[in-house]
């Protein structure tokens, strides 16, 4: 009996798992969508291209929409076999809470490895081909559009304004066009009175004038004159490349290096190869102080100076502030200007080790997070699950009403919480295993005193027991008991 009774749980958190799952991963990329629309339309992007651009970045949106869908099927499940009543006849036939969430909790922990998996081995290569392809996308030009009365610069080197476009979208009148592709200033213009645009695929257009000039200015350095030619055409065909426009794909190697494109192995590799690099610091950071500093070296000749130091004939007095008392005055400004020019270069050199040292800790920074975040998604479905479960035999209702509002209200919990870690650690203020664990940190006791109060059958969502203490609060009101006597 108790062998059916799991396979009765498990096949009733199976069905809203998959659809909850689903329908986070939707909403999640329809997020991702409203928020890069603007640079994607009008750009000239295949269909093929926006669907491999779907694909690619639901996958990384995997990480947030898994534990979601943990949690808001894990309240509706028990939230359902609450109102039924089932978990009553479960308690009541001996099995404990804790015994029917077993079967559960043994899915979920097979589903936490497989996510650990899937963030290990597809998640870095989703990464790569996403983030290439979205880096495209935005740098891509937007498709040529030329209107009436305004200037379009999109074809560099070319200002293009037409006066007015007939109907039938080719025919433009009051042509004026600056050619900047010298790069010297308005010096070259075209003007016609009318034409036509044609376009040869993709990669020229052609603007086919009638009736105008072409004015043209020059400087003979020879001559030290300024020349100005303008010769009229009846007809004349100019033509345009296109080829910027063309959508290109940059070569994914150039991305390879990023800590999102690499699994634990290959971090853990970066991590060490990092933490080697920053203990040569110091030793480059030495080296870059030593000749600032000559008699802390301990040569012969500092020890020479020394001597001449302490024997010289002219007394030290305690007014005396300085070692530039001690230089001759004929000396003593090329002496000054001399060591304040080696400070410079000290400070410099300071500033450059301080500025390497400040991007390698935050290259480290980012390694180490990204390593611990592999491990954190898996724990994050346990833990989501365990607070689920729970909550859902609490409240003992089912469907999409009070479980969805819970599960958002934890799932932005956590959501912050992990965020809010992650920006510490990256800030240095925390260290990396406590910035990424400290959401589980904090939700994990959470987690102990629900199941520890649904195991008790507490009434903490029933609103009957909100009222009753109201009411007893109101009764023993001191302003009541005033009014009443």
């Known amino acids: ?8 749980i498990i096949r009733s958190f199976v069905g809203p798992f998959v659809v909850t799952f689903f329908v986070s991963l939707f909403v999640l990329i329809m997020q991702f969508f409203w928020l890069y629309m603007d640079e994607m339309i009008g750009k000239g992007i295949s269909i093929w291209s926006l669907l491999q651009l779907l694909v690619y970045m639901s996958t990384t949106l995997v990480p947030l929409a898994l534990p979601l869908s943990i949690l808001l099927s894990s309240i509706m499940t028990f939230g359902n076999m609450g109102e039924n009543f089932e978990l009553v006849a479960i308690k009541s036939s001996g099995i404990s809470l804790l015994r029917f969430l077993r079967p559960l909790f043994i899915f979920i922990v097979f589903i936490s490895g497989l996510a650990f998996l899937f963030s290990n081995n597809v998640i870095p290569i989703a990464n790569l081909k996403a983030l290439s392809l979205l880096y495209d996308v935005r740098n ?12 379009n610069v999109d074809i560099p080197g070319y200002a293009i304004r037409v006066g007015s476009k007939d109907k039938d979208g080719k025919t433009i009148r009051d042509v004026i066009i600056y050619d900047h592709t010298d790069l010297a200033g308005n010096n070259k213009v075209i003007t ?24 043209e200015e020059g400087y003979e350095h020879g001559a030290h004159t300024y020349t100005q030619t303008r010769v009229h055409f009846a007809k004349w065909d100019k033509i345009f490349d296109l080829s910027t426009f063309k959508f290109t794909r940059t070569n994914e190697d150039q991305f390879k290096n990023a800590y999102q494109m690499m699994n634990v192995s290959q971090l853990s590799e970066n991590i060490d190869s990092l933490k080697r690099t920053k203990g040569k610091l110091f030793n480059s950071v030495t080296s870059y102080m030593t000749p600032f500093f000559s008699i802390a070296k301990n040569g012969k000749q500092d020890n020479e100076l020394a001597k001449k130091m302490n024997s010289s004939s002219r007394p030290v007095r305690k007014y005396d502030s300085s070692f530039v008392q001690f230089i001759p005055d004929s000396i003593r400004a090329s002496a000054i200007n001399l060591v304040l020019n080696n400070i410079r270069s000290f400070k410099s050199s300071l500033d450059i080790a301080a500025l390497d040292k400040k991007l390698q800790i935050e290259n480290y920074l980012k390694f180490d997070v990204e390593w611990h975040r592999k491990f954190t998604l898996s724990f994050a479905c346990i833990l989501l699950f365990l607070i689920g479960a729970p909550l859902g035999a609490i409240i003992r209702k089912g469907g999409l009403g009070m479980p969805l509002v819970i599960a958002v209200v934890f799932f932005m919990l956590f959501h912050i919480l992990n965020i809010t870690g992650e920006k510490l650690a990256k800030s240095t203020s925390v260290d990396p295993w406590i910035g990424m664990w400290m959401s589980t940190a904090m939700l994990l006791p959470i987690a102990a005193w629900l199941i520890n109060a649904a195991r008790n059958d507490s009434q903490i969502f029933n609103k009957e027991l909100y009222l009753r203490i109201w009411r007893f609060i109101k009764d023993r009101s001191p302003i009541k008991n005033k009014a009443v006597a």
């Open 140 to 151: 891509a030009k937007p498709t040529l559009n030329i209107r009436p009365d305004q200037f």
């Open 1 to 8: 009996m108790i062998k059916k009774l799991d396979i009765l």
């Open 192 to 215: 016609a009175k009318e034409g036509q645009i044609l376009s040869e695929g993709k990669t020229a257009l052609i603007f086919k004038l009638k009736d105008g000039w072409r004015y």
